[in-house]
């Protein structure tokens, strides 16, 4: 009856069944995963003879909807799939989820401790959850400091619960450690099978069939400078074309790993199922073989390597004439570094630098300035927010945080990277060859008047239009430049933004303001740029390795798959750098540190230290002196009577009250008084209201002092 009520179930008339048949809609459990990544689930109750049907789960495109894993219960529509399907042995059933009913529960994640009285103790991943107690005979081999996976007994009504180790995941005494919390807690693929790895052995190195010998023409690597893998190539120079004054020819070449990764392969399932590589600070989780990722694929410098390139003519206002798409053989001509070869542009060239700095980086940067031309002019969102990167020492703890320089060589080797994307889509759409593209959605309507409300309380506008341009938002970031509040509206535009992902239709992508945009230049690390080379060998006629027919088929479930691991990876690399991050502080409790509220919540604030990029938590029932009301418009907590608070983005100074290192937490104490808001007097009357409404739910009330 609560189902019905939800709108999950409705009445339908009886109607007749073949046996065996499941019902439209039934409960199923979900046990495994097929080579392609796709979750498999059995009837949790099947009562005709013969084994129970196998369903394969179907995910929602858009994200929006549930998302199940291996282990849970859930309830879910069924379809019959289709008789070719079944006849070739693959699942007689699809499913779609529609409610989950018991996510997995059995497994713990946690640190084997061995205390001073010889017992032993599991100390939570997630903080929580209570420790467990391990008896001896329940030790499975662990040690101090592994990292294991428990089962817990049923809880006793006295004490602490017990639990049994089912698996030893590794040492946390070791190097690189932490990433693997990660790694075992979002259920990354990080051991290659062995089929996969014979496979990869197994490769030969491509030939010049069906390929144009590009190797005389001298591309380079610009890449950061501990890259081991290097899937892109550049190079420049003035079109010398009468009726094109002034304009340019840039060429990008990508590694053509469709030569070696062919669809159907036990490489190619592993790939998919992983997504992308995953890079932690103290490891990368490839998606490819080091045989392929790290030395068939790579465009070392002057090795013979396959490539994908394109040859693109831009005029000299930055406007795109055309572009062609070419199957070659090329040869690096330098592995250079971003900061390399900036100091070469800059006035410092070294010993590789110096003899290719006139014949190809000074026509690279004159390209990239004609490039910047265009981008200009498409005015796509321009966020000012620096990018963090830990530094380790050689045990693998965290030895300094910095914020990169960023040059005029990482832009460059980026705008030539848009351009060749866009690129490949233009061309895919021409040829009509199906296609995943990367998409980003124009904030929703309840997002653009949030934010309108927000901006209002600082006294700035954003116009009411029937379409939402990305130069509607810069106008706003460049009145606020330089100014106190930079941050805050960087941050708050950012947080009105939709998320990026794959698709096989097409909306354009808002941020970039781009009507078609496809991912071409990864392939090494993303599985939907391999799914772009595939497209393009297939529609031009470049020899093998081309889109099949079976795969185009399936690209939508692809997809919302490789949408999904894009997103698993971002947060294992966000838990990662939190945990790395509360470890290296972990020794600095009751210190004071500048800080930056980065999020406001009405049980509390959530602040940032910049100089380590890491956040924090502080409760509101440790905000004293009044009692403070959250105005979500205004992203503030504000006293009721004094009217003082604060609001997201303000620095303030906090101290280090406790840090829970495995669930990468801190909580800390605000020490900067409350400030009088801007706005907080406009919008108070509604965020009273609303704070009344929930004055009884917990951790909406500040202490009184």
């Not at 999950?8 to 069944?17: D, I, N, Q, Y």
């Not at 959850?129 to 005979?137: G, H, S, W």
């Not at 998320?499 to 009507?515: D, M, T």
């Not at 230049?521 to 060998?537: E, F, K, M, N, Q």
Request: net charge neutral.
């Amino acid at each position: 009856r609560d189902l019905q009520d939800e709108g999950v179930l409705t009445k339908e008339r009886k109607g007749l069944a073949r046996v065996g048949a499941l019902p439209h809609v039934t409960v199923l459990d979900i046990f495994d995963r097929d080579a392609d990544g796709v979750l498999l689930a059995r009837p949790t109750e099947h009562t005709a003879n013969g084994p129970p049907p196998i369903v394969s789960i179907r995910l929602s495109r858009s994200g929006s909807g549930p998302a199940p894993g291996i282990g849970d219960r859930v309830l879910a529509k069924t379809f019959p799939a289709d008789d070719t399907n079944v006849a070739l042995g693959g699942p007689a059933y699809t499913g779609r989820v529609v409610k989950i009913f018991e996510k997995r529960t059995d497994a713990v994640l946690g640190v084997f401790r061995i205390l001073q009285d010889g017992t032993f103790r599991i100390e939570p991943v997630e903080r929580r959850q209570p420790e467990l107690i391990v008896d001896k005979e329940f030790q499975n081999g662990a040690k101090n400091g592994d990292l294991v996976e428990v089962e817990p007994a049923r809880a006793s009504r006295y004490g602490l619960p017990r639990a049994k180790v089912l698996n030893v995941l590794g040492s946390l005494t070791s190097e690189k450690a932490v990433s693997m919390i990660a790694i075992h807690a979002h259920d990354i693929p990080h051991i290659f099978p062995a089929d996969v790895i014979a496979e990869s052995e197994a490769v030969k190195p491509a030939t010049l069939d069906h390929r144009e010998d590009w190797r005389d023409l001298p591309l380079i690597t610009i890449d950061p400078a501990d890259a081991k893998d290097h899937d892109d190539a550049v190079f420049a120079t003035p079109d010398l074309d009468e009726k094109n004054p002034g304009g340019v020819v840039a060429t990008v070449a990508i590694a053509d790993v469709a030569a070696y990764v062919r669809y159907g392969t036990a490489l190619d399932r592993e790939a998919l199922k992983r997504g992308n590589s995953v890079y932690f600070p103290d490891r990368v989780v490839p998606m490819l073989p080091e045989r392929i990722s790290n030395d068939l694929c790579s465009l070392r410098e002057g090795q013979d390597r396959p490539a994908l390139a394109v040859r693109m003519v831009f005029s000299a206002e930055g406007r795109k004439l055309r572009h062609s798409f070419h199957r070659v053989m090329m040869k690096s001509a330098a592995k250079l570094a971003y900061q390399q070869a900036q100091a070469a542009i800059d006035g410092a060239p070294d010993d590789k630098t110096g003899p290719i700095l006139k014949t190809v980086l000074k026509p690279l940067w004159d390209a990239y300035a004609i490039l910047k031309r265009g981008r200009d002019g498409r005015q796509p969102l321009e966020l000012d927010l620096p990018e963090r990167k830990i530094v380790l020492k050689p045990d693998g703890t965290v030895d300094r945080v910095i914020v990169p320089d960023r040059l005029d060589a990482h832009k460059l080797i980026e705008e030539f990277m848009i351009q060749a994307n866009v690129a490949a889509a233009e061309t895919l759409e021409a040829k009509k060859q199906e296609l995943v593209y990367r998409v980003h959605d124009a904030p929703s309507l309840a997002k653009q008047e949030s934010l309108r409300e927000f901006l209002q309380t600082l006294g700035l506008s954003l116009a009411r239009g029937a379409q939402m341009q990305p130069s509607q938002f810069n106008g706003i970031l460049d009145r606020v430049r330089g100014a106190d509040n930079e941050g805050l509206v960087n941050e708050v535009v950012l947080r009105s933004q939709s998320q990026a992902e794959y698709s096989p239709k097409n909306i354009g992508h808002f941020g970039l303001n781009l009507r078609r945009y496809a991912h071409f230049t990864s392939p090494i690390r993303r599985y939907a740029d391999l799914i772009v080379h595939r497209g393009l060998i297939a529609a031009l006629g470049l020899g093998p390795g081309g889109l099949t027919q079976d795969e185009a088929a399936r690209l939508e479930d692809v997809a919302v798959l490789i949408s999904g691991t894009e997103r698993r990876a971002m947060a294992a690399e966000r838990d990662t750098v939190d945990r790395l991050i509360a470890a290296y502080l972990a020794e600095r409790v009751d210190d004071r540190f500048d800080a930056r509220i980065s999020g406001v919540t009405k049980s509390g604030l959530f602040v940032q230290l910049p100089q380590y990029g890491a956040d924090g938590f502080i409760p509101v029932s440790t905000l004293n002196g009044d009692y403070y009301i959250y105005d979500e418009t205004a992203r503030s907590l504000f006293g009721e009577r004094s009217g003082k608070g604060y609001q997201l983005a303000d620095r303030v100074e906090v101290r280090l009250i406790e840090v829970a290192p495995m669930a990468g937490a801190m909580r800390f104490e605000m020490l900067t008084d409350p400030k009088p808001l801007p706005g907080s007097k406009r919008s108070f009357h509604k965020a009273k209201g609303r704070a009344r409404a929930s004055q009884s739910r917990p951790g909406s009330r500040g202490r009184r002092r």
